[in-house]
């Protein structure tokens, strides 16, 4: 019985250590993978006929401008907003405006599931198509870029070091919140 305590102990140290190194570089990565899924996926639709939701995004986007930019322009506006947010992310410069362009876009890559609602959902059962569940996950990156808003206010994530043990039977702590406000 000894030795499995010293088994979960060892664990709970490098637990806390793992713990430790997330709570030092768990934004800045996050941050940074943003960076990329959106640099990368911007410089996908600079190529007429590669993206796979080309058509869907050329579309919403000549509706949401009001025919001002269509077709290939169209296409152009949508990868360099998210080729300039990709870069915003990845070096972390201007990220204000990057995330306000992201919170812009986000908006527009998620107005087909209100715009074209029957084509994403076809069917009796409306089960969503790969274009629906393409969008469908940009609930992830809003939720990920609100986290990256959230630090250039200077929130930080603090380390407070538990057990595992301590911690295996409470729910997610709530967010502590500064007593002093600026």
Same mark, same amino acid.
């Given at each position: 019985?000894?030795?499995? &305590?010293?088994?979960?102990?060892?664990?709970?140290? +490098?637990?806390?250590?793992?713990?430790?190194?997330?709570?030092?570089?768990?934004?800045?990565?996050?941050?940074?993978?943003?960076? +990329?899924?959106?640099?990368?996926? @911007?410089?996908?639709?600079?190529? #007429?006929?590669?993206?796979?939701?080309?058509? +869907?995004? %050329?579309?919403?986007?000549?509706?949401?401008?009001?025919?001002?930019?269509?077709?290939?322009?169209?296409?152009?506006?949508?990868?360099?907003?998210?080729? /300039?947010?990709?870069?915003?992310?990845?070096? !972390?410069?201007? =990220?204000?405006? !990057?995330?306000? =362009?992201?919170?812009?876009?986000?908006?527009?890559?998620?107005? #087909?599931?209100?715009?074209?609602?029957?084509?994403?959902? #076809?069917?009796?059962?409306?089960?969503? %198509?790969?274009?629906?569940?393409? /969008?469908?996950?940009?609930?992830?990156?809003? $939720? &990920? @870029?609100?986290?990256? &808003?959230? %630090?250039? %206010?200077? $929130?930080?994530?603090? &380390?407070?070091?538990?057990?595992?043990?301590?911690?295996?039977?409470?729910?997610?702590?709530?967010?502590?919140?500064?007593?002093?406000?600026?």
């Amino acid at each position: 019985m000894k030795t499995l &305590a010293n088994l979960f102990d060892r664990f709970d140290r +490098l637990d806390t250590s793992i713990n430790r190194w997330l709570v030092a570089h768990s934004i800045a990565l996050l941050r940074i993978g943003m960076g +990329l899924v959106f640099l990368g996926f @911007g410089v996908l639709k600079f190529f #007429p006929g590669i993206s796979p939701i080309e058509d +869907l995004a %050329t579309r919403t986007t000549t509706i949401l401008t009001l025919g001002m930019l269509s077709g290939h322009n169209a296409m152009n506006f949508v990868a360099g907003l998210e080729t /300039i947010i990709g870069v915003c992310f990845i070096s !972390g410069r201007f =990220l204000r405006v !990057g995330v306000w =362009l992201m919170a812009a876009q986000m908006v527009g890559a998620m107005s #087909p599931l209100l715009i074209f609602p029957s084509e994403l959902f #076809p069917g009796p059962l409306h089960a969503p %198509t790969l274009a629906a569940q393409y /969008i469908v996950k940009d609930i992830i990156l809003v $939720a &990920a @870029g609100m986290v990256v &808003a959230s %630090t250039w %206010t200077g $929130a930080r994530i603090v &380390a407070k070091p538990q057990s595992l043990r301590s911690t295996l039977s409470r729910r997610v702590p709530k967010v502590e919140r500064s007593l002093q406000t600026a």
